[in-house]
């Protein structure tokens, strides 16, 4: 009969907070409370524990056993306690010693027979841990090559249970596996393969440069998808901070392959046009899962054939854009998840799509103008880059000549972010990002003659403020990638012909 108490960690999110399980063992008639505000799959650990320690050899107090876990008004989710909830209920009832576990938290799920299961959020479980000044960590031997992701921490893994109580009486030890070769990863699309649309390929590259949102209108075959699939491929690898960040994302959703390091490319999340709100930008029951906005999160969001998608489904995007993070609120609370991602979106000209474009388009009016209307205002307002691109012709397919590869769009798209990143000096790290109090500072204003072309067309109401500002971070881009100092009224005309959709 005692008392004990092991760490753990609980993620809300992708913040995790470390939690204290403790164990109390008194005389009663045998059973186990758990309390501190548990979800279901946590309140089921009760039967599985019992019989993970059974099955690992050990004692299982025949006594009347209460499990609180720290701080109770924070609600736990998920089956990753198992393994701190058996450590901690033999330390009291069974006398184990934890002394070894005194600076340690302990991850887990437990199988019937005693096997310590993989769980999700390792990555961020183990960063929030070390973050909270914890040198020490014991994880599942499947999750050990993410958590050793985190440095000024020592990780251990654990294949069962048997093998944590061993190691607390001092005959085992745990785990430390070599580290593994990380799977290969998969080459990137090569915009060399996109012949004869030279104007797409500008596009991609000032999205890249800039991190701009973009919309391609056009004829089925003229590009827009290879165009699309290869934008991560001209953007920069991801810096330690981001890679961390996407790397935590996908371990919550439990995309993460075994065996994965930091992932360094840029995400791309291609979902199919039947998605569903919480598909799209996250949500399900209790704990809301990330959708595929923020799984793209410092990558890129492709919507195919968007002029498909429900219009509620991409009017749910608006707010993700503008904030970057979605902020899911449900009884049990809010989970916030970051969510800057660029928007790619694709659409063909009309419900027919003849691959001769609008000239063999047999589609009433009214027919072309529904189709476009699930694009709303608002939305299609937030998109710096609006093109309609013509279908490919013959010539191009039969040219022999070679075409720029991604590698040499991606060195001019690292310069002139470099270009960008010094400009902005801590305020933005690109064009896109920078907020429109600085684009009027009298450092970075435009004169009204470079911004004349702008203005006509906010004053016919053709252009609102958002998109004003949005063409003026173009703009922007569009001198970096040009190597020049300051915007001219040149690219000014070339930021809003590459969002009015016409060609001036």
Known sequence: MGYAMVRSVALHGVVGEVIVVEADVAPGLPSLVVSGLPDAALSEARDRVRAA????????????????????????????????????????????????????????????????????GVLPAVLAASRAGVSFAVVPLANVTEARLVPDIEVRAADCLGRIIGYLYGSQTLLNPAAERPPPEASALDLA???????????????????????????????????AARLPGVLPPLDDQEAIEVTALHSIAGTLAPGSTLMRRAPIQAPHHTASVAALVGGGSGLAKPGAISLAHHGVLFLDECAEFASGVLDALR???????????????????????????????CPCAR??????????????????????GPLMDRVDIQVDLDPVRSAALLDTEQVEPSSV????????????????????KTNGEVPAAVLRDRKFRLSRAVLHPLTVEMDRGRLSARGFERSVRVAWTITDLDGRERPVAGDVCEALELRSRTVR
């Open 53 to 120: 320690v059974h099955n690992s050899g050990a004692y299982w107090p025949q006594q009347r056993i209460t499990v609180n876990l720290l701080p109770a008004h924070v609600r736990k989710h998920g089956s990753g306690f198992d393994a701190a909830v058996a450590i901690a209920v033999l330390a009291a009832g069974a006398d184990l010693p934890i002394g070894r576990l005194a600076d340690a938290v302990v991850l887990g799920e437990l199988g019937l027979d005693g096997t310590v299961r993989p769980v999700r």
């Open 193 to 227: 393969d996109v012949l004869g649309q030279e104007r797409g390929r500008r596009v991609i590259e000032l999205a890249a440069a800039g991190r701009h949102h973009v919309a391609m209108f056009g004829p089925p075959g003229a590009g827009k998808t290879m165009l």
């Open 319 to 349: 707010q993700p854009l503008e904030q970057g993070q979605v902020r899911l609120r449900r009884t049990y609370g809010e989970t916030v998840y970051p969510a800057r991602a660029q928007l790619v979106m694709a659409a063909n000209p």
């Open 355 to 376: 691959p001769g474009g609008r000239q063999m388009c047999q589609c009433p009016s009214i027919v072309r103008r529904r189709y476009h209307a699930r694009l709303s």
């Open 409 to 428: 769009v991606a060195e001019r798209v690292v310069e002139a972010r470099e270009a960008a990143r010094e400009r902005w000096s801590g305020l933005a």
